[in-house]
């Protein structure tokens, strides 16, 4: 169901509001239409969210909380902002982490992180501007364990520098995953971890992709082998 529709069903807008924030919304050409809503007056960021997590049927983060996230469960930072998502909080009983979702659940998104880190990710609705802020506050350290690299040519460049990692570290694992215009490496090396972020410039040709060693879960050939990428 429609947000603004979700909302008057619960009687939390009219459809006078609804109409008018689409309005705004297609006037400013920018925005979610529950952005309007709160711009507008018509509703608060809490009432919104709560009406999101009941969109996307998933739990409502009542507060965004941080807790320690184990070193294998880490998401770089690159794209928590991009994605504006924020890990709150690992159960290890159910091996599951808790995201806070800002501006939507992308779960095409979420099931590549889950490749990557090995475990499952529950998604919960976090309020857009709180988690926006949280990321910004998180944005002024120094990332640590993960190294971006913005605007490479094609995948030859991002190899190079991916094999002088892979051999630097003498990983033992890396897995990859491509998610929309960024190509995610991680890379393990007994029990550290070490994530390479590549951010394409340009779209990747099919027919230059990497090698199966450089699928999810590929571990490095055992001697004096290592991964190689084309």
């Known amino acids: 169901m429609p947000l603004g529709l979700l909302m008057v069903a619960r009687g939390q807008l009219t459809y006078a509001?609804?109409?008018?924030?689409?309005?705004?919304?297609?006037?400013?050409?920018?925005?979610?239409?529950?952005e309007?809503?709160?711009k507008l007056g018509f509703a608060t960021?809490?009432?919104?969210?709560?009406?999101?997590?009941?969109?996307?049927?998933?739990?409502?983060?009542?507060?965004?909380?941080?807790?320690?996230?184990?070193?294998?469960?880490?998401?770089p930072l690159a794209l928590l902002v991009k994605f504006q998502m924020l890990p709150m909080h690992f159960a290890a009983r159910a091996d599951t982490l808790y995201l806070a979702c800002g501006r939507r659940v992308d779960h095409g998104t979420l099931y590549a992180v889950e490749?990557?880190?090995?475990?499952?990710?529950?998604?919960?609705a976090g309020g857009r501007q709180a988690v926006a802020a949280e990321l910004e506050r998180l944005s002024q350290k120094p990332p640590s364990?993960?190294?971006?690299?913005?605007?490479v040519h094609d995948v030859a460049e991002m190899?190079?520098?991916?094999?002088?990692?892979?051999?630097?570290?003498?990983?033992?694992?890396v897995r990859s995953s491509r998610i929309?215009?960024?190509?995610?490496?991680?890379?393990?090396a007994r029990a550290s971890y070490l994530?390479?972020?590549?951010h394409l410039r340009n779209e990747v040709e099919p027919s230059r992709k990497l090698r199966p060693e450089f699928m999810a879960g590929a571990k490095r050939p055992s001697g004096n082998h290592r991964p190689t990428v084309v």
């Open 180 to 188: 929309g215009p960024t190509i995610w490496l991680r890379l393990r």
């Open 145 to 151: 364990g993960e190294v971006e690299f913005r605007q």
């Open 159 to 173: 190899s190079r520098i991916a094999l002088s990692y892979i051999t630097r570290l003498t990983a033992d694992e």
């Open 17 to 34: 509001e609804v109409a008018a924030a689409l309005e705004a919304q297609q006037r400013a050409r920018y925005g979610t239409i529950g």
């Open 36 to 38: 309007w809503i709160e």
């Open 195 to 198: 994530s390479l972020v590549f």
């Open 45 to 75: 960021e809490q009432d919104v969210t709560t009406a999101l997590a009941l969109q996307w049927g998933c739990p409502l983060a009542t507060s965004i909380e941080i807790s320690e996230i184990p070193v294998f469960a880490r998401i």
């Open 115 to 124: 490749q990557m880190i090995g475990c499952r990710i529950q998604p919960c």
